[in-house]
């Protein structure tokens, strides 16, 4: 199959890009460098494209004979959001929106949008995908209107697409720079660097971590697997079904940490209900947390 892959030089995108060549899929790639990253993961068996996702005249022509779009180019980051909301709205709404439109036009087959567990706010955990809303911020608010978009365009204009509610996301290629990179990137590199640990707040805030390998999976296996149409345009739990506090997640880590004020806009605990994701594509988690930060540390 032909696929396209917005954000696939960075952290997840980058992952989705490589696993769709090993299976020898032709690829392209659609990449601004936006994020915050050490660095980009550009791979050059891909078709790959320095563009922004929002300019449509720029991007279209890419769309043309592609099957498969994988969405998952965005403004990730729940503090930089806050402090700039207009950023955030341009990259996570207009941007879905034009990716969205281009797919339209191009008659792609499914579109996998890339979300996130942030839509749950304060709803009590664990989450499954029928709780209401509960935005907290400015960088779940514009994915939530990326998800609400995804549904419109199936309902409206009959365009497949599968909405992931991604949990905590860790694993190679991971942010570990700046105070809003994925804690478990921060602790690696703050140990490397002989540095105490920086836990926000209390530490006993409880997460769902899951590798990236497990959400490049996820997304594969939803392009490829035949499913009933009224899925379409739905969301889906990607996460272990098992949550972690970041103090003992710290504690796997190192002896040494300090603590840091508490950030506004955060839920206290995640905990994904996965079991929509597992019956739906036959889907597994296949990677503790446990076990991959053991084998960091060695």
């Not at 530490?203 to 997304?219: T, W, Y």
């Amino acid at each position: 199959m032909k696929a396209l892959v917005t954000g696939g030089a960075g952290f997840i995108g980058s992952h989705i890009v490589d696993k769709l060549l090993e299976l020898g899929h032709e690829v392209i790639v659609i990449d601004n460098e936006y994020s915050d990253n050490d660095h980009f993961n550009w791979n050059t068996k891909a078709q790959n494209y320095k563009f922004d996702i929002a300019d449509y005249e720029s991007t279209r022509q890419l769309y043309d004979g592609v099957d498969y779009v994988f969405h998952t180019a965005a403004e990730a980051r729940i503090g930089p959001a806050i402090e700039n909301p207009i950023n955030a709205m341009y990259i996570n709404v207009l941007g879905t929106c034009t990716v969205l439109q281009c797919s339209r036009e191009a008659g792609v087959k499914r579109v996998m949008y890339s979300s996130t567990s942030a839509a749950y706010g304060l709803n009590p955990s664990p989450n499954v995908e029928t709780q209401p809303d509960d935005c907290l911020n400015p960088y779940s608010v514009s994915k939530v209107s990326g998800e609400k978009l995804c549904k419109m365009y199936t309902d409206l204009y009959g365009l497949p697409t599968i909405v992931f509610r991604y949990f905590n996301v860790y694993g190679p290629r991971a942010p570990r720079k700046g105070q809003y990179a994925p804690v478990t990137g921060i602790f690696l590199r703050q140990k490397e660097s002989g540095e105490p640990l920086t836990i926000v707040g209390d530490g006993h805030q409880q997460r769902d971590f899951i590798h990236v390998s497990d959400v490049a999976n996820a997304n594969i296996m939803a392009a490829t697997s035949d499913i009933d149409s009224e899925y379409y345009g739905q969301v889906f739990n990607v996460g272990t079904g098992s949550n972690f506090s970041i103090k003992k997640i710290a504690n796997l880590i190192s002896n040494e940490f300090v603590h840091l004020p508490p950030r506004p806009g955060e839920a206290r605990t995640s905990l994904a209900i996965n079991t929509k994701l597992k019956k739906v594509f036959g889907w597994e988690p296949k990677i503790k947390l446990e076990d991959w930060i053991a084998e960091q540390i060695k």
